[in-house]
T-cell receptor, first 111, second 116 residues
Framework: AQSVSQHNHHVILSEAASLELGCNYS??????LFWYVQYPGQHLQLLLK????DPLVKGIKGFEAEFIKSKFSFNLRKPSVQWSDTAEYFCAANSNYQLIWGAGTKLIIKP | GAVVSQHPSWVICKSGTSVKIECRSLDFQATTMFWYRQFPKQSLMLMAT?????????EQGVEKDKFLINHASLTLSTLTVTSAHPEDSSFYIC????????????FGPGTRLTVT
């Protein structure tokens, strides 16, 4: 069955620390991968997406993710986090229009 | 571009009443719209998929008679929660797919429903 898993449910970091949030997927065939962010009280926003091509994808607000096919992973990274990055982050995947979601990772940045 | 709006942003209703939530694509035509439900501290749960002019496809466990979905035009889908109960209180989010890409969903801001 198709699935997306995010291993860290809660992550707490200090400002300026580096961030890596894990995302693994289980899919047969071609897959599209997404990271969405939901800031407190706000709606979901697309951070970045991978459809094909360069496996290192750069998104908004300094985030990037790397698609590693051999590991079925699409981890989200940011070299230096800010307090304003406090939010919930969702990894999602699809091969058609229907998204399969990870459970989300709540990120708290301590000022 | 690709803006999706929802109305209302929050609503309080009494048990037994019905409430309608609208989802609109403002600057594109949405061939497919999705309705999600998000419980506190949990991920999104897909409730149903609707295509313009046809019946919605509901996910397993979602009562189609309770959550009525109408996708009457390429820019509007509505979700009506009928005979609402307190356990229907939740955050309801819609998303839409346009004609440019069938893979990327654009999300509305969500509607907070509280049933008293």
């Amino acid at each position: 069955a198709q699935s997306v898993s995010q291993h860290n449910h809660h992550v707490i970091l200090s400002e300026a620390a580096s961030l890596e949030l894990g995302c693994n997927y289980s899919y047969g065939g071609t897959v599209n991968l997404f990271w969405y962010v939901q800031y407190p009280g706000q709606h979901l926003q697309l951070l970045l997406k991978y459809f094909s091509g360069d496996p290192l994808v750069k998104g908004i607000k300094g985030f990037e993710a790397e698609f590693i096919k051999s590991k079925f992973s699409f981890n989200l990274r940011k070299p230096s986090v800010q307090w304003s990055d406090t939010a919930e982050y969702f990894c999602a995947a699809n091969s058609n229009y229907q998204l399969i979601w990870g459970a989300g990772t709540k990120l708290i940045i301590k000022p | 571009g690709a803006v999706v709006s929802q109305h209302p942003s929050w609503v309080i209703c009494k048990s037994g009443t019905s409430v309608k939530i609208e989802c609109r694509s403002l600057d594109f035509q949405a061939t497919t719209m999705f309705w999600y439900r998000q419980f506190p501290k949990q991920s999104l749960m897909l409730m149903a998929t609707s295509n313009e002019g046809s019946k919605a496809t509901y996910e397993q466990g979602v009562e189609k008679d309770k959550f009525l979905i109408n996708h009457a035009s390429l820019t509007l889908s509505t979700l009506t929660v009928t005979s609402a109960h307190p356990e229907d209180s939740s955050f309801y989010i819609c998303s839409a797919i346009g004609t440019k890409s069938s893979y990327e969903q654009y999300f509305g801001p969500g509607t907070r429903l509280t049933v008293t």
